[in-house]
Each structure stands twice: as structure tokens, then as C-alpha cells.
């Protein structure tokens, strides 16, 4: 692959970001890729069993109408497609006979028309029998992408799929990160040391809260314990700096406080992330990492056991014990209520970490409250 810059992957990891936030700003993201990698064209493909959409760095309404979806989904390049592992990177045709391909109509009729002689793919994500795809094209006279060129994106995809879970995690919203002041939740910006650059108003009266776990300290946002504030310092520290040179981390997910029994106090879920060119929203000049803030509802919606059971595959047993931890429930609690011992419990909830791939129970607890609609201010 050609030389490529710090400055021109850090400014392709800031439109991935703008993009979470402001969902109009994917084609720009995906131009970006394609100029990053030299390539021809580039997109993010949802593929399901009958239905194909794309953003693009091109657009080509012919590619994805019906005719075009049929040569795609015929093709056995669509099940390996989606048989990659989400967040790997591959050449395509995936392993496939590459003689056999190029005789094949959806290559000779669709791809080589288009100039798309060699690719890079990754599954983003697969949910309800769909797959997310993240495909970047060569033409003949640009070369076939090497190990570096894989290398890159490979480092670029973690964001790639955070910035996916930002933009799921706002769907539900109205006006997004246009204005941070009218977000129906808690934002704060801040920089590697957690001290703020900006917070909505929704974040302020959060703070201003009796019950609330997070304070300011010195102008910076800490939690009321020291082990929560060791665990967000760490995600802030992680969304800010750099690594290689030019990438940052991607943040994470928090449970404050994650001491269940500090009952005196709100419990709020907090997903950080970075922000990587404050500059281009006028809000700070640093590098900067934002924090949403929304709170752990002191009574889990109705259908709530129902929406976890089909979400993550849990069996109903699974999925009333997820329920009752996301309701507040200690283990024994849970355990008592479903009259099945705590050595039961804990059973299920091994397979509950399991299909969820978390690791402990207030990961698991941050996890599920993060996937209810998006709360309000506070009562």
C-alpha cells in the first residue's frame, strides 16, 4: 500500500465517529475509507436473505435494485460474506475458487463492469439474519490490497463497529449530535484527564442530583467511589490516547456505581467513546472523549424479559434471571424468586455471560440496561 499519513487515518477515525453521531455523515466516512486505502469505491452493504441496501461512496441504484439483488444473493459469495467473523478482515472472494468466481455472473454481469477487481470485506455486524458489511474495491490498474492494507483496516474496524454501537445506542433519539444541549440524555466532553470541555443540560442536573453517583472534583467528572472513578478514568484515558501513533482506543461501557449495595444512590450506565475532532463541532481543541450518561430505570420496562430473551438467544429461564438482575435483584434474590437455588443461578448465568460475552455481572447489568430505549432527564 502507498505511504498514508497519521494525520489522514486520525481524520478518517473522526468521520467514523461524526458519522455515530449524525448518521447523513456514513457516506462521507466511507469515502474517506476509499481514498485512505487508494481504492475505486468503497460501502457498508446490509445483506439479508432478500433485501441488499448500501452506503456508498458511489452511488449505483441499478447495483442494488432487485435485478442486482437477486445476482447477489444467488451467488456463493453472499454466504461467505456472511460467514465472516464480526470485526475480521478478509480478502474477497473469501476463500472461494477465484477461476470459478470471475466465471460467474454476479463477477462478469455486476462487479467487473464496475471496475471492482480486488476488495477488502469485514462483517460489522449480523443480527435477524442480516449482515452489515464493510466492502473497500480496487480497480485492475490499482493493484490487489496486501497485508498492510489488511493490517490498517484491521486496526481502523474496532472503531468502525463502536461507532456502530453509538449509532444503535441513538437511533431512538431526535436530534443527535447536531446539538449536544438538546439531547434527551446526559453528555459530557472531556479530555484525557476527565476534566469537562461541555455538558448538556441534561448532564448538569444529573450532577446537581442528591442521589447522584457522579460528582465534580476540581472541575473534572469522578465517581463516588474510587474504584468506579479508577474504571472510567481508565476508558477516558483509553478514547483519548493514540496508539501506533494515530489510533485512538475505542472506550467503553460502565456501570456506576457498580457496588449494588449503595441502594441510597441512582444507578446510571455510562458509554464512552471517542471524539476525535472536537474541533469541527466548535467545542474543545483537545483530543476528547464524550461520555452518555443515561440512567438505570429503578423499575425495568414491560416486555422488558421478553426483549432480552430474543435479543442475546436466552431461554426463558436465562432471560427472567437477566431480568431480575437488570431490575436491581442480587443473585439470591433472583435465585428465591424463581425457587431454584443460588448454584442454579449461577449456572445461568455462566450461559448468560456466554451469549452475551460479557464476564461479570455488572458488565452484564450495563449491558442489558443499554439496550433499553433511551431515558430521560432525571426524576
Not at 33 to 45: A, N, P, Q, T
Amino acid at each position: 500500500m502507498a505511504d498514508v499519513t497519521i494525520e489522514a487515518v486520525s481524520a478518517v477515525v473522526g468521520q467514523i465517529y461524526e458519522a455515530a453521531y449524525d448518521q447523513e455523515r456514513w457516506p462521507d466516512a466511507v469515502t474517506g475509507l476509499r481514498d485512505l486505502f487508494g481504492g475505486s469505491r468503497s460501502c457498508i452493504v446490509r445483506l439479508g436473505p432478500e433485501t441488499l441496501d448500501a452506503v456508498a461512496s458511489d452511488q449505483d441504484p441499478e447495483f442494488i435494485s432487485q435485478k442486482g439483488i437477486e445476482a447477489v444473493l444467488r451467488d456463493p459469495l453472499a454466504a461467505a460474506a456472511a460467514a465472516i467473523p464480526v470485526g475480521a478482515v478478509t480478502h474477497w472472494p473469501m476463500g472461494l475458487d477465484a477461476a470459478a468466481f470471475r466465471r460467474r455472473e454476479l463477477w462478469q454481469d455486476w462487479l467487473r463492469p464496475r471496475d471492482m477487481y480486488h476488495g477488502l470485506a469485514c462483517n460489522l455486524l449480523s443480527s435477524n439474519s442480516a449482515n452489515w458489511l464493510l466492502n473497500i474495491d480496487r480497480g485492475s490498474r490499482q493493484g490487489a490490497f496486501d497485508n498492510a492494507d489488511i493490517d490498517l483496516l484491521q486496526k481502523i474496524v474496532p472503531h468502525m463497529l463502536r461507532a456502530g454501537q453509538i449509532g444503535r445506542q441513538l437511533e431512538n433519539t431526535s436530534a443527535l449530535a447536531s446539538a449536544f444541549s438538546h439531547l434527551p440524555f446526559g453528555v459530557f466532553l472531556v479530555n484525557g484527564h476527565q476534566h469537562i470541555a461541555q455538558m448538556n443540560e441534561a448532564a448538569e442536573a444529573m450532577l446537581a442530583r442528591p442521589d447522584s453517583p457522579m460528582k465534580l472534583n476540581g472541575g473534572a467528572i469522578v465517581a463516588s467511589n474510587p474504584k468506579d472513578t479508577q474504571a472510567l478514568q481508565q476508558l477516558v484515558e483509553d478514547a483519548c490516547c493514540l496508539r501506533d501513533g494515530a489510533m485512538p482506543g475505542t472506550g467503553g461501557t460502565l456501570l456506576v456505581p457498580s457496588d449494588h449495595k449503595r441502594s441510597d444512590l441512582t444507578r446510571l450506565v455510562l458509554s464512552v467513546a471517542p471524539f476525535v475532532d472536537a474541533r469541527a463541532y466548535g467545542l474543545a481543541s483537545e483530543r476528547c472523549a464524550v461520555i452518555m450518561v443515561t440512567e438505570v430505570a429503578r423499575r425495568i420496562a414491560d416486555g422488558f424479559e421478553q426483549h432480552v430473551r430474543g435479543l442475546f438467544d436466552l431461554t426463558s429461564a436465562e432471560a427472567r434471571l437477566a431480568a431480575g438482575l437488570a431490575s436491581g435483584s442480587t443473585l439470591k434474590e433472583a435465585a428465591a424468586r424463581s425457587n431454584i437455588t443460588v448454584k442454579t443461578c449461577r449456572t445461568y448465568l455462566e450461559r448468560i455471560f456466554s451469549k452475551t460475552r460479557t464476564r461479570q455481572q455488572s458488565e452484564l447489568v450495563a449491558l442489558l440496561k443499554s439496550t433499553e430505549p433511551l431515558s430521560g432527564r432525571g426524576r
